[in-house]
């Protein structure tokens, strides 16, 4: 099993509409939690970290559930603009600053 | 501005002749890790560094040296490059936290 496992895609998606997806990682010990997204050919970006809490940033939530070792992230009322790869990032341990990305999540927005 | 720098963009080279990407933020940042980003496989990062003359292997380390001598520099080493090093290789820096990182542009490297 991958250590991070995410949906390849891709995610065909009306602009306006609401679409959500998730990563699920295999090393309950994991600490930290991240979002980015990926234009084609362009660097990552970091688009959110993800708190126990939950945290929301504009359209944009994202979740943790640790006891299912998942990710999620909501994207409201979405924009042509919103087309990207998203990955999904998780630090391993604390303190052993190795981090496990994603392969991620094409999204492509409909006009 | 703030950002990472890497050098070269683009480079197509040989195997077995030795190379350096450079990497250099002007953010003071602390923690600076290597990547490379291949079809299907996603990112898999190769060094990082917590600090000046702090460094640590990542997933794929074989074949590649690095070294932080300097806090806004982080050169990534290929000693004798071969093929399977062909590649999409990101340089990232963070001020704490490894996981919010600020990723160079990317260099694209070849090896025949």
């Not at chain 1, 979740?63 to 998780?90: E, G, M, P, W």
Request: one cysteine or more; hydrophobic letters at 30%.
């Amino acid at each position: 099993r991958k250590e991070v496992e995410q949906d390849p895609g891709p995610f065909n998606v009306p602009e306006g509409a609401t679409v959500a997806f998730n990563c699920t990682y295999s090393n309950s010990a994991s600490q930290s939690f991240f979002w980015y997204r990926q234009d084609c050919r362009k660097e990552p970006k970091l688009l959110m970290s993800v708190y126990s809490s939950g945290n929301e940033d504009g359209r944009f939530t994202a979740q943790l559930n640790r006891a299912s070792q998942y990710i999620s992230l909501l994207i409201r009322d979405s924009k042509l603009s919103d087309s990207a790869t998203y990955l999904c990032v998780v630090n391993r341990n604390f303190g052993n600053e190795k981090l496990t990305f994603g392969t991620g999540t094409r999204l492509t927005i409909i006009p | 501005e703030a950002q990472v720098t890497q050098n070269p963009r683009y480079l197509i080279t040989v195997t077995g002749k030795k190379l350096t990407v450079t990497c250099s933020q002007n953010m003071n940042h602390e923690y600076m890790s290597w990547y490379r980003q291949d079809p299907g496989l996603g990112l898999r990062q190769i060094y990082y560094s917590m600090n000046v003359e702090v460094t640590d292997k990542g997933d794929v380390p074989e074949g590649y040296k690095v070294s932080r001598k300097e806090k806004r520099n982080f050169p990534l080493i290929l000693e004798s490059p071969s093929p399977n090093q062909t590649s999409l290789y990101f340089c990232a820096s963070s001020l704490r936290r490894a996981g919010e990182l600020f990723f160079g542009e990317g260099s694209r490297l070849t090896v025949l």
